[in-house]
């Protein structure tokens, strides 16, 4: 009886614990997400802006490195515009913009053509970005949101708009209806992208130097490695990368399936 006693409560127990660790991250299930609809005719300028500061801090995932730690300009304390300038006349620059609003977009499709002195991949002595182009996989970015985080920029600084209104209906992805959550990520690649992971990882075939390179983590790292990595970035930093660039609220944000496709995913790469 004892043994027997021992094993149910050993098993209570087990059962217990991981309730108690399956409930640290939100069990959300998110509502079915509503189309949003784009009517040009009652697009403005005021809108547009909007629209780019919402893609700056979301799906361009600017914010990611573009802040106060160090690890890129923080593009939301300087005056762009001005910034802009400087560079243009900088004998470094190897571009083709001639005015401020060509500069903006040909530093957010071809980042190598002006890098910022201290800002450049280790090792290239500031002659090659580490800022991937955000027309392409993973970011994605349309020409009209390139352009309209642009605007955002401009007028965050006092300094003229300069792009124009878009004439064709940009393309919208849906959208959660207001104050729901967001939908959860039915894939494991559906949830890499909704976290932005590729625009700081080297993984599934894209490149990016801002965090360690992620193909082949499954031989280096267990599961319980990977899930620590995520929900507590702090309890362990890769040798050569800055502390504190990794967002430390995916334990918040994430729900219990979307950290497990996660880390299944990730432990598939070896």
Known sequence: MNVLGKTLGFSLGMILIFTLV???LPQVEGEAPV??????????????????????SGKGTCTLCHNAMGRAPDLLVMNVGGAAEKHLEDERYKGKATNIEEYLHESM?????????????????????????????????????????????????????????????????????????????????????????????????????VGPALDGIGSRQSAEQISLSITDPAAAIAEGFTPGVMPADFAEKMTVKELKMIIDLLLEQR
């Open 22 to 24: 399956a409930n640290l």
């Open 35 to 56: 189309e949003q609809k784009v009517d040009l005719g009652a697009l403005t300028m005021e809108s547009y802006i909007a629209l780019g500061e919402a893609l700056f």
């Open 109 to 209: 499709v071809d980042p190598g053509a002006f890098v910022v002195a201290s800002f450049g991949k280790k090792g290239s002595n500031d002659t090659e970005s580490p800022m991937p182009a955000v027309n392409k996989a993973p970011i994605e970015l349309s020409e009209i949101e390139i352009n309209a985080i642009i605007a955002f920029l401009q007028f965050k600084d006092g300094n003229d708009v300069t792009v124009e209104l878009p004439t064709e209906a940009p393309p919208v992805e849906a959208a959660p209806a207001a104050g729901s959550a967001p939908a959860p990520a039915a894939t494991a690649e559906d949830a890499i992208k909704k976290y932005g992971c590729q625009a700081c990882h080297s993984m599934l075939g894209t490149e990016s130097s």
